[in-house]
């Protein structure tokens, strides 16, 4: 969507910044209405099982007041502890390995049953910094795709220490009891100063309708190290195996393993716990346990991005193209958030339907953008830095 002209003066004015997710979830239970559950169920009634979700249209009453790039965005530069730093950090190959590992569950916030985030638009950027133990990281991402949805995510620290880069397609399908999203497309961590790069994937975003209706992130998540020859392997699951193998125990359990590429049944640490509370690792060798991961510091209590540099915000800002819809659902003005939702959408195809008419083909503005034989969409930036943003994420001491 060709935002970047229409409207600039006004951009900063209009752009609307929310909560993020973190573990109290507080921004979606403001607007929960009573019967969620039978509203949502209503929503799936003439939707046939195997179909593709990717471009169900929502209405407003069931948005979170943000895009998914925004979503996206979060799970990068809103974070209670440098997480992203502790991998550059690390004192060997293993210890950065773990490292990640702790950095790719940070990435996994609480979802909310009967609220998902906006469609991004074609061209729709979002672009934050953000300040953590003495570096500052910079973040970028653009809606690359709109037929099928593809995202691209470019995150750079000032020191380059670290360089991220995703390309994120969602591909959801309903399943009669269940929808179930798989996020293809890989997350490169980059540790220049190392000479490593880490391939991380990402768990299964699983609603349940029936018969107990819930939310969850589920399936097997693979980080791995070419360079150091490490991986590890993560299974996410809604609950814990009891005794005897049955269900029942607590949800959002995360257990997997460390090990070499080379010999891959030879465990070198242990992973377990829950991606909401606290994971541990325990050095097989030594019979050592330590903390890896605490989801109270990282994800617990996190602050609203603001802007900084009004001249700055571009209009292709996600909290600009959304910033009417979003202010609406803050106020529960349902009938102005779905006439704003409405002129968005009706933006984005009639700029599609011009672009057909004159024969042009859309080229992302930050990103080039390819499919591998494996049908997976592959993005990268076209430059090596991301610059300084409008949009930043207060510290610690100036939010409280």
Same mark, same amino acid.
């Given at each position: 969507?060709?935002?970047?002209?229409?409207? @600039? $003066? @006004?951009?900063?004015?209009?752009?609307?910044?929310?909560?993020?997710?973190?573990?109290?979830?507080?921004?979606? $239970?403001?607007?929960?209405?009573?019967?969620?559950?039978?509203?949502?169920?209503?929503?799936?009634?003439?939707? #046939?099982?195997?179909?593709?979700?990717?471009?169900?249209?929502?209405?407003?009453?069931?948005?979170?007041?943000?895009?998914?790039?925004?979503?996206?965005?979060?799970?990068?530069?809103?974070?209670?502890?440098?997480?992203?730093?502790?991998?550059?950090?690390?004192?060997?190959?293993? @210890?950065?390995?773990?490292?990640?590992?702790?950095?790719?569950? /940070?990435? %996994?916030?609480?979802?909310?049953?009967?609220?998902?985030?906006?469609?991004?638009?074609?061209?729709?950027?979002?672009?934050?910094?953000?300040?953590?133990?003495?570096? %500052?990281?910079?973040?970028?991402?653009?809606?690359?795709?709109? #037929?099928?949805?593809?995202?691209?995510?470019?995150?750079?620290?000032?020191?380059?220490?670290?360089?991220?880069?995703?390309?994120?397609?969602?591909?959801? #399908?309903?399943?009669?009891?269940?929808?179930?999203?798989?996020?293809?497309?890989?997350?490169?961590?980059?540790?220049?100063?190392?000479?490593?790069?880490?391939?991380?994937?990402?768990?299964?975003?699983?609603?349940? &309708?029936?018969?107990?209706?819930?939310?969850?992130?589920?399936?097997?998540?693979?980080?791995?190290?070419?360079?150091?020859?490490?991986?590890?392997?993560?299974?996410?699951?809604? %609950?814990?195996?009891?005794?005897?193998?049955?269900?029942?125990?607590?949800?959002?359990?995360?257990?997997?393993?460390?090990?070499?590429?080379?010999?891959?049944?030879? %465990?070198?640490?242990?992973?377990?716990?829950?991606?909401? #509370?606290?994971?541990?690792?325990?050095?097989?060798?030594?019979?050592?346990?330590?903390? &890896?991961?605490?989801?109270?510091?990282?994800?617990?209590? &996190?602050?609203?991005?603001?802007?900084?540099?009004?001249?700055?915000?571009?209009?292709?800002?996600?909290?600009?193209?959304?910033?009417?819809?979003?202010?609406?659902?803050?106020?529960?003005?349902?009938?102005?958030?779905?006439?704003?939702?409405?002129?968005?959408?009706?933006?984005?195809?009639?700029?599609?339907?011009?672009?057909?008419?004159?024969?042009?083909?859309?080229?992302?503005?930050?990103?080039?953008?390819?499919?591998?034989?494996?049908?997976?969409?592959?993005?990268?930036? &076209?430059? @090596?830095?991301?610059?300084?943003?409008?949009?930043?994420?207060? /510290?610690? /001491?100036?939010?409280?």
């Amino acid at each position: 969507m060709q935002v970047e002209s229409e409207g @600039e $003066a @006004e951009a900063a004015c209009a752009a609307v910044l929310t909560p993020p997710l973190s573990l109290e979830g507080g921004l979606a $239970a403001e607007l929960r209405p009573a019967n969620i559950v039978q509203r949502v169920l209503s929503l799936f009634r003439n939707v #046939r099982p195997g179909s593709d979700l990717s471009h169900f249209q929502l209405p407003a009453t069931f948005n979170l007041p943000k895009s998914q790039l925004q979503l996206y965005g979060e799970g990068v530069y809103c974070v209670g502890d440098d997480l992203l730093g502790r991998c550059a950090r690390g004192a060997d190959s293993l @210890e950065r390995l773990a490292a990640v590992v702790a950095w790719s569950i /940070s990435t %996994t916030r609480p979802p909310i049953f009967g609220f998902a985030p906006y469609n991004p638009v074609l061209g729709e950027t979002h672009h934050v910094s953000t300040s953590s133990g003495g570096s %500052t990281l910079n973040v970028l991402l653009e809606q690359v795709s709109h #037929r099928p949805p593809v995202t691209a995510l470019h995150a750079a620290d000032a020191r380059g220490d670290v360089r991220l880069v995703w390309c994120q397609s969602p591909a959801p #399908r309903f399943h009669g009891a269940s929808v179930e999203a798989a996020v293809r497309g890989a997350r490169e961590l980059r540790l220049p100063r190392h000479g490593e790069t880490y391939v991380v994937g990402c768990p299964n975003l699983v609603i349940r &309708l029936l018969p107990s209706p819930g939310v969850d992130w589920a399936g097997d998540v693979r980080v791995v190290c070419a360079e150091s020859g490490l991986e590890a392997k993560l299974s996410y699951c809604r %609950t814990r195996r009891s005794f005897l193998g049955f269900g029942g125990g607590d949800a959002r359990c995360v257990r997997g393993r460390i090990f070499r590429s080379s010999a891959p049944d030879e %465990t070198l640490c242990e992973v377990d716990g829950f991606w909401d #509370r606290q994971v541990s690792i325990k050095d097989v060798a030594t019979g050592e346990v330590s903390v &890896l991961y605490d989801a109270q510091r990282a994800i617990g209590d &996190l602050a609203t991005p603001v802007v900084q540099d009004q001249k700055g915000v571009s209009a292709s800002e996600s909290a600009v193209v959304w910033g009417e819809v979003s202010d609406a659902i803050l106020k529960k003005d349902w009938e102005t958030a779905r006439q704003a939702k409405r002129r968005v959408e009706d933006t984005a195809r009639r700029l599609a339907k011009e672009r057909n008419e004159r024969g042009e083909v859309w080229t992302p503005k930050h990103f080039s953008l390819s499919q591998n034989k494996d049908g997976d969409w592959e993005c990268w930036p &076209l430059e @090596e830095t991301v610059p300084p943003a409008p949009i930043v994420v207060p /510290s610690s /001491s100036s939010s409280s």
